[in-house]
């Protein structure tokens, strides 16, 4: 598990294709290896990855499964990029962001950046399947980063990114029509899940829908 506050920055020092996967090796002057052992869990834009090796002191190895490859932005990484990095939480961390368990819910796409004073305004697009995790003053993790949501419009919502968030992220090197990695508070899918009650044992469920809040008293009227 991990908090979504971003210990630091680091760079992709190589990929290394492998039948179908790859190993990416990440180096970082910022991040603390002093207690980083082979088999922990660091957080590379809010994917949750294996450390397989470790070498200078300041660099790590990770397999990315074909699978991660295909459901994140890291299939976008190339020698160079820069990435968000969070150790795996202690029983002492500090909980500055909200629970995020590293598992990345669907891809998101920058549509617009805005300049407001010293912050800046982000719209992003998330997968229309998403959009019911989403709530307004609500938590998402966007590449790693525990982030509160502004507003809400469909499958559209709004960010307002301070300077010091701006500047110790790779939010600096978005773009319009970047991906970016997106995995909703996992209390709302616990929610859900618990709201379907029995249903949720029967194969096929598909979650929370407007029928089915009508037929339990949810929507008075509908």
Same mark, same amino acid.
């Given at each position: 598990m991990f908090t979504g506050i971003i210990e630091a920055q680091g760079h992709i020092a190589a990929l290394l294709p492998d039948n179908g996967d790859v190993t990416l090796?990440?180096?970082?002057?910022?991040?603390?290896?002093?207690?980083?052992?082979?088999?922990?869990?660091?957080?590379?834009?809010?994917?949750?990855?294996?450390?397989?090796?470790?070498?200078?002191?300041? @660099?790590?190895?990770? #397999?990315?499964? *074909?699978?991660?490859? !295909? =459901? %994140?932005?890291?299939?976008?990484?190339?020698?160079?990029?820069?990435?968000?990095?969070?150790?795996?939480?202690?029983?002492?961390?500090?909980?500055?962001?909200?629970?995020? @368990?590293?598992?990345? #819910?669907?891809? *998101?796409?920058?549509? !617009? =950046? %805005?300049?407001?004073?010293?912050?800046?305004?982000?719209?992003?697009?998330a997968p229309a399947e998403l959009a019911r995790y989403i709530a307004q003053k609500g938590s998402i993790t966007v590449d790693g980063i525990s982030l509160t949501v502004n507003s809400v419009d469909g499958a559209v919502f709004s960010l307002n990114i301070i300077p010091h968030t701006q500047q110790v992220t790779t939010i600096q090197d978005w773009a319009v029509g970047t991906p970016v990695n997106l995995e909703v508070d996992i209390i709302a899918r616990y929610l859900e899940r618990l709201l379907l009650g029995e249903r949720a044992a029967q194969a096929g469920s598909q979650g929370i829908s407007m029928a089915f809040l009508a037929e339990h008293g949810f929507l008075n009227g509908v």
């Open positions: 090796r990440i180096q970082s002057a910022e991040l603390d290896f002093g207690d980083v052992k082979l088999g922990d869990s660091i957080a590379v834009n809010g994917v949750c990855l294996t450390v397989t090796a470790l070498s200078g002191g300041d @660099s790590f190895s990770a #397999d990315v499964s *074909g699978e991660t490859l !295909s =459901l %994140t932005s890291l299939k976008q990484l190339k020698a160079g990029s820069r990435v968000n990095l969070e150790k795996a939480m202690t029983p002492s961390t500090r909980m500055g962001g909200h629970l995020v @368990s590293g598992h990345v #819910d669907g891809l *998101g796409t920058v549509r !617009s =950046l %805005t300049r407001d004073a010293r912050s800046v305004r982000i719209d992003i697009e």
